[in-house]
């Protein structure tokens, strides 16, 4: 069977959506406001694995963008995969074949870490079009379209990602995927998407997340 066509940044959302819910295990978050799909053992766990080792080999402070005075909003540790290696593009095209997102509208993954007490305070993953850092983040590919995320393992107690807007709160699993458009239908970002990494209250995390574009990433 060959792979179909990619779709794009993902606008309009609809053949991102049709292609996600076509296929098996997926589940649809009830929601008018976002659309956030949950898919569990994504990845398999041996592939988490060495996804885990390679972010511990590089990682280090994450960093915000739209600096709020707040130092703690972001406590976690950041860690870019390699996208020429080869457990780093076999993600890739697991990816591209559940969504359709077009790779070249990709950002590399990134992976995140967090440690007892570390956490990620409520955000958006688009960046605000009035705020200072947008043409420095935003001017060559775009803002973002689509989110990716996977947890790569379960840490004892916390580290759940919440979605005030719709109540609802994801337990890391590992290889478990969410995925959801940061945009409304009318292409504008859509603030119904925040969420939070919630603390690590036993135990340590790691989660992958892959960002998409308006326009091709470079
Ligand atoms: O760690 C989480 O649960 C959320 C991570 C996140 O939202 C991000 O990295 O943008
Ligand atoms: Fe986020």
């Not at 295990?25 to 898919?39: D, E, Y």
């Not at 890739?92 to 990709?106: K, N, V």
């Not at 688009?126 to 973002?144: K, S």
Request: with cysteine; net charge neutral.
């Amino acid at each position: 069977m060959t792979a179909p066509a990619p779709l794009g940044s993902g606008h309009p959302s609809e053949p991102i959506v049709q292609r996600i819910l076509a296929q098996p295990g997926v589940q649809r978050v009830p929601s008018p406001k976002l659309t956030l799909f949950i898919k569990r053992a994504f990845l398999p766990a041996d592939l988490c694995e060495t996804l885990i080792a390679q972010i511990d080999a590089v990682r280090r402070p994450s960093t915000v963008s739209d600096f709020n005075g707040d130092a703690a909003y972001r406590t976690s540790e950041t860690g870019d995969l390699n996208r020429d290696d080869p457990a780093v593009a076999e993600v890739e095209a697991r990816i591209a074949a559940f969504t359709g997102l077009d790779p070249a509208h990709g950002e590399p993954i990134q992976g995140q870490r967090y440690a007892v007490g570390q956490e990620f305070k409520g955000h958006t993953d688009y960046f605000e079009p009035t705020g200072i850092d947008y043409h420095r983040f935003c001017g060559v590919a775009g803002n973002r379209t689509w989110t990716v995320m996977i947890y790569l393992n379960e840490p004892e107690a916390g580290g759940a990602t919440r979605f005030k807007t719709v109540d609802k709160i994801v337990q890391p699993e590992t290889g478990k995927l969410l995925a959801w458009n940061n945009r409304r239908p009318d292409g504008t970002p859509n603030p119904a998407t925040i969420h939070q990494g919630m603390k690590v209250r036993s135990g340590v995390k790691y989660v992958i997340t892959k960002w998409f574009r308006e326009h091709p990433w470079r």
